[in-house]
C-alpha cells in the first residue's frame, strides 16, 4: 500500500515539474514522457540524447539529458530549488565545482544573468553533455577537470546509469576508473584569474575535505553552498565545519539522505 501510494505522490509531483518547467504543452507532456520512459527501462538508453525546452524565470532553454539521473538533478535544482538563495548582493563571479551536465550552472545563468560562471567537470562522457547545454550560454566555461586537494593526474569512476554518483572515489567493487587531470581550488582561481568568488557551489561526491582543508584563499570566497557525503568523506562533520569557522564562516546544514548533507556557508 506504502509502495502504491509512493507511485501515485511521484506521478503527481512529474505532472507538476512538467507544467511548470515544459516551455510549452508538447515540452511539458515530453518531460513527463521521458520521465517514465526512463524510469520504466530502469536504466541508460545507450548513448542517445534526448532534446527538451524547458523555461525558467521566464526565460526559455534547452537542454539534453540521458537518463533519470539528469532528470533526478534537474528535480532538485529547479523544481525543489536546492540552490535558490536569497542573496544582498547578485553574485559577478561563479564557481560550479562537480558541473555534471550544467543544469545547476544554467539555473544560476538564468538567475544572476550578469554572471560570469566557472563550471569544473572530470568526466569525460558527461563533460560532453556539459558543453552541449551550455553551447548557448557563452558566460559559462566550461573546464574538464576534476577539483582535488592538490594538481596531477588521478582516477575518476564514472558510475553506471547515474552521472551525479560518479566520484574519485571508488564506490563499486568491480568499477572501472579512468585517468582525468585535476586541480586543486587555489589553481582554480589562478587559472580563471579572479582573486574574489561570488559564489561557490559544490557536488564533489566526498572530495569536500581535501578541497578546501588545503586552500588558502577560502577568505577570497564569500558564500558556498554543496553538498557533503558524510559516507565518503575522510573527515567528521564537526571537523569539516572547522574548516570554514576557523576562516569567519557560518555554516547552516540540512539534511537531505541518510549520509547527505546540504550546507550553506556564509562570510561573516
Not at 41 to 49: F, I, Q, R, Y
Request: charged share 25%.
Amino acid at each position: 500500500m506504502n509502495s502504491f501510494l509512493a507511485r501515485i505522490g511521484n506521478l503527481i509531483d512529474w505532472i507538476k515539474i512538467s507544467l511548470a518547467l515544459g516551455d510549452d504543452p508538447v515540452n511539458s507532456a515530453w518531460l513527463f514522457f521521458l520521465r517514465f520512459r526512463f524510469w520504466f527501462l530502469k536504466k541508460t538508453v545507450g548513448d542517445k540524447l534526448f532534446k527538451l525546452r524547458l523555461k525558467k524565470f521566464g526565460q526559455p532553454f534547452e537542454i539534453f539529458v540521458r537518463d533519470n539521473g539528469d532528470l533526478a538533478v534537474l528535480k532538485e535544482v529547479f523544481w525543489l530549488g536546492e540552490y535558490d538563495l536569497n542573496l544582498v548582493k547578485e553574485p559577478n563571479t561563479i564557481l560550479d565545482l562537480g558541473s555534471n551536465i550544467g543544469l545547476t550552472a544554467i539555473y544560476f545563468k538564468l538567475k544572476y544573468p550578469k554572471a560570469k560562471i566557472y563550471a569544473f567537470e572530470p568526466d569525460p562522457t558527461t563533460f560532453k553533455q556539459l558543453l552541449l547545454n551550455t553551447q548557448k550560454m557563452p558566460e559559462i566555461s566550461c573546464y574538464n577537470l576534476a577539483i582535488s586537494g592538490q594538481s596531477g593526474s588521478l582516477t575518476f569512476y564514472p558510475y553506471p546509469g547515474s552521472s551525479m554518483s560518479s566520484s574519485l572515489i571508488k564506490r563499486l567493487p568491480n568499477q572501472e576508473g579512468v585517468t582525468v587531470d585535476a586541480v586543486s581550488l587555489d589553481d582554480v582561481l589562478a587559472l580563471v584569474e579572479v582573486d574574489q568568488v561570488d559564489l561557490l557551489k559544490f557536488d564533489v561526491e566526498g572530495a569536500e575535505d581535501e578541497i578546501f582543508s588545503v586552500c588558502s584563499k577560502i577568505g577570497n570566497i564569500s558564500r558556498l553552498i554543496g553538498e557533503v557525503h558524510l559516507d565518503l568523506m575522510k573527515k567528521d562533520w564537526p571537523s569539516f565545519q572547522l574548516i570554514f569557522r576557523q576562516n569567519g564562516f557560518v555554516l547552516t546544514e540540512k539534511k537531505i539522505s541518510l549520509n547527505r548533507l546540504l550546507v550553506n556557508i556564509k562570510k561573516l
